[in-house]
């Protein structure tokens, strides 16, 4: 069965400081990748995605995704964390052909001052 | 343009009531869906739809029906609430042909207690 993991339930990192959430994935083959985010009280906004060629991609609000086939992964990244980013990440799969997507159970993300 | 907007925003149910939950598109999407969101469980499909007059069960469909009779519309219902049903309930849209590698907008939420 399809499965996303997101080892990481909550980080803390300081502001200005890098930043990688780890997602990994379960599925025969390559499936669509995304990230989204959830700030507060909100609903969730699409990061980025990945469905095939580069596999670095490029997001909103300055982030980037790398997709590694042979680990499986579809770790996001951030050169530099600021407060505002404080929110929750989903990482998410969409198997091919199919009319929905598979959610990771999320990594709460705190930014210190 | 207003997207994806849910109603109610918030609800407190007693055991056994019943309610409906009001997602609206304005995008002319042709995909739905309803999850909840539970701490540490991430996001669960309950029913999605992929168009007017049609739905399908998702991950955790039990306890609750849908309907979708405009396309713009989307109806969670719950006909005897309990208290596992207390979380927050997001509804999505996407259009397309090929919802797995579509965007999904999301509504705001309804975050629903049920005593």
């Known amino acids: 069965a399809q499965s996303v993991t997101q080892p990481d339930i909550h980080i803390t990192v300081s502001e200005g400081a890098s930043l990688e959430l780890r997602c990994n994935y379960s599925y025969g083959a390559t499936p669509y990748l995304f990230w989204y985010v959830q700030s507060p009280g909100q609903g969730l906004q699409l990061l980025l995605k990945?469905?095939?060629?580069?596999?670095l991609v490029q997001g909103i609000k300055g982030f980037e995704a790398e997709f590694k086939r042979s680990q499986s992964s579809f770790n996001l990244r951030k050169p530099s964390v600021h407060w505002s980013d404080a929110a929750e990440y989903f990482c998410?799969?969409?198997?091919?052909?199919?009319?929905?997507?598979?959610f990771g159970t999320g990594t709460r993300l705190q930014v210190f001052p | 343009n207003a997207g994806v907007t849910q109603t109610p925003k918030f609800r407190v149910l007693k055991t056994g009531q019943s309610m409906t939950l009001l997602c609206a598109q304005d995008m002319n999407h042709e995909y739905m869906y309803w999850y909840r969101q539970d701490p540490g469980m991430g996001l669960r499909l309950i029913h999605y739809?992929?168009?007017?007059?049609?739905?399908a069960k998702g991950e955790v469909p039990d306890g609750y029906n849908v309907s979708r009779l405009k396309k713009q519309n989307f109806l969670l219902g719950l006909e005897s609430a309990a208290p596992s049903q207390t979380s927050v309930y997001f509804c999505?849209?996407?259009?397309?042909?090929?919802?797995?590698?579509?965007?999904?907008?999301f509504g705001p939420g309804t975050r629903l207690t049920v005593l």
């Open positions: 739809s992929v168009g007017e007059g049609t739905t």
């Open positions: 998410a799969v969409g198997p091919y052909n199919t009319d929905k997507l598979i």
């Open positions: 999505a849209s996407s259009g397309g042909t090929r919802p797995s590698y579509n965007e999904q907008f």
């Open positions: 990945y469905f095939s060629g580069d596999t």
